[in-house]
């Protein structure tokens, strides 16, 4: 870990995480004339001084203002050169803001004036670009304190109102904002809506920026695409997660695997309850599609009556492990299950039906009562969801079968 000294601003480096000095980090958001790690030597010799080479100078001021000897600052203390030292500094940055002593948060579009009054402060303050990006979500969950700063690096006060509206723009519960040890008690789905509309520059790091939201580590691996990262996120989630909410997400496809695309479909969950930890079974990625067991029923006739009307044939009822709150009282949580038609599939050597999610677009709550009789443990079966690559690859193999044994 490198870090700047704030009176010299020279960088040392700290190889032992046990012998790293109490330091101050900065949370910004980027313009385009932000100084990179090998272009700090000199960078204030030059004839025009970049205002990210200020940017940097009036942090490290304030910071040893502040008692501290070093600072982190992320356009210059990594090196991306070296793709090695990216992804370690990828891996743990949220590390990084957990055990700084203070995050100074700045906020470059929140203007300073005497004359202004705080409603007006507080306008500017909520417009601001850094509630719309990527990173800054895991820097505002992280650290142990955090400071905002306007443009003038003049500290905005907290009257008691920051919080609430802290919470409001960012539809995270003041709870966890007061207290960062709670996050792990926020279901998979309501965290991942935190992001759902937050953006980044490289569609991959929408899914790395939420690594530490999850205590997952990963490869990065820069030209995968986001779609692709964020699914390898997935898969390392439910590797050490039974929490099944990451399934309830809503997208504008048709069909699809239980897997979401990205963390925009996951805007706007609803309240979530986990069931009991009893008849547990793992699930698990595989090169056949998601091996899960489910609760998955048949669609009565008499059901329609609480079912829309377009529903379809040969479409299933699949609960999830999770309860969802109306307001009023709890439900069961049911996607649309489709199953794949012409394969038979075998997982552990038993025989197994295969799915598809259809009618992405929505989940459905059922009242406990409706299902009666169609679930409990004893309605559990092990199944498979496929992904859209095994699906394909499905749909390939029986064309190819066809064409070799019957003529057209």
Known sequence: MWLLNTDTLERKEFADSHNIPAYAILSHTWGDDEIAFHEMQGAHDTAQVKAGFTKIVNFCRLAKARGYHYA?????????RSSAELSEAINSMYRYYRDAGECLVYLFDVPTDDNMSRQQQLSYFRASRWFTRGWTLQELLAPKTRIFFSEKWIPIDDNGDLLDLLAEITSIDSRLLQNRDLLSTYCIAERMSWASTRQTTRSEDRAYSLMGLFNIHMPVLYGEGGES?????????????????IFVWCGQHENSGLLAKSPSEFVGPPTLGLWAPVNLAPFMMTNMGLA??????????????????????????????????????????????????DASFYVNGRVCKAYRRVKCHTWLRVPH??????????RFT???????????LVNRAIKEDQSRFFTP
């Not at 982190?72 to 991306?80: A, N, S």
């Not at 006739?301 to 379809?312: A, N, Q, T, V």
């Open 292 to 341: 899960i067991r489910m609760n998955i029923t048949e669609i009565m006739p008499h059901d329609r009556s609480w079912l829309s009307d377009d529903i379809g044939v040969d479409v299933y009822l699949a609960v999830i492990g999770c309860d969802v709150w109306d307001g009023a009282s709890w439900g069961l949580l049911a996607l649309f299950l489709q199953p794949v038609q």
């Open 369 to 378: 009562r409706a299902l009666a009789g169609r679930t409990g443990p004893t």
């Open 72 to 80: 982190w600052v992320d356009t210059c203390c990594i090196d991306k």
């Open 382 to 392: 092990d199944v498979l969801v496929l992904e859209d690559e095994h699906f394909d």
């Open 229 to 245: 990262a964020f699914r390898r996120l997935q898969e390392e989630i439910i590797r050490i997660s039974f929490d099944q909410s």
